[in-house]
C-alpha cells in the first residue's frame, strides 16, 4: 500500500512570497498528480509527471523518483492561489488507482 | 470539449435511505473513477470503471456499487446509508494515453447523512 504524505498540512503566505508543498510517498510509483481544490470542493488538475519537472505560468512541479518526492512550487504568490493542494501518487505496476495526500491549504494574505 | 458534470450538487438523506449519484465523462474518456472525500480528507478511492466494467476497487462495502454506461457516463449508489457516508463524491474521467491517466474532476456532489 501506498503511503503519501504532504508537508505542511497548512501553509500562511503573504502575497508575493515563494510558496513549496511538499509530497513523499512510499513505493515507486508511474506518475504523481498535482491538483488544486477550491473551496466549495471543485478539483483542477494542475500537473502530471513522472519524472523531472514542469511549469505553467507562475507554478512549477518536480519529482525525484529516486528519493520518491515532489514538490510542487508557487513563485510571487497570490491571494487567488489560496486554495488546498493536493498530491495523488499513481502505483507502479499496471494499477492507474491513486493514493492521495490529505491535502497542503494554503492561505495567501494581501 | 465538454467538461465532466455530476448531480445533484447537494442531497440531504436519512440513515437508512438509498442514493444515487450521476457522473457524466469527459467527451472521448472511456474511464470514470469515483472518489469519497470526509471533510478535511484527501479523496479515497471507491472504485473504477472502464468500458462498462469494473476495473478497480477501493476499501468500500458492498453496499458502495456503480454502474457505467455505453455512453461511459457513470451512477454511484449508496444503500443503507449511515452517517459516516456524509463526504463529497468526486468523480473524475481519463482516457488512457501512454499508460498515464491523468484524470479530469467533476464539481463534486455534497451528501449529507441525518
Known sequence: KNEVEQSPQNLTAQEGEFITINCSYSVGISALHWLQQHPGGGIVSLFMLSSGKKKHGRLIATINIQEKHSSLHITASHPRDSAVYICAAFTSGGSYIPTFGRGTSLIVHP | ?114
Request: glycine residues 8%; negative net charge.
Open chain 2, 1 to 114: 470539449e465538454t467538461g465532466v458534470t455530476q448531480s445533484p450538487t447537494h442531497l440531504i438523506k436519512t440513515r437508512g435511505q438509498q442514493v444515487t449519484l450521476r457522473c457524466s465523462s469527459q467527451s472521448g474518456h472511456n474511464t470514470v473513477s469515483w472518489y469519497q472525500q470526509a471533510l478535511g480528507q484527501g479523496p479515497q478511492f471507491i472504485f473504477q470503471y472502464y468500458r462498462e466494467e469494473e476495473n478497480g476497487r477501493g476499501n468500500f462495502p458492498p453496499r458502495f456499487s456503480g454502474l457505467q454506461f455505453p455512453n461511459y457516463s457513470s451512477e454511484l449508489n449508496v444503500n443503507a446509508l449511515e452517517l459516516d457516508d456524509s463526504a463529497l463524491y468526486l468523480c473524475a474521467s481519463s482516457y488512457e494515453r501512454d499508460s498515464i491517466f491523468e484524470q479530469f474532476f467533476g464539481p463534486g456532489t455534497r451528501l449529507t447523512v441525518l
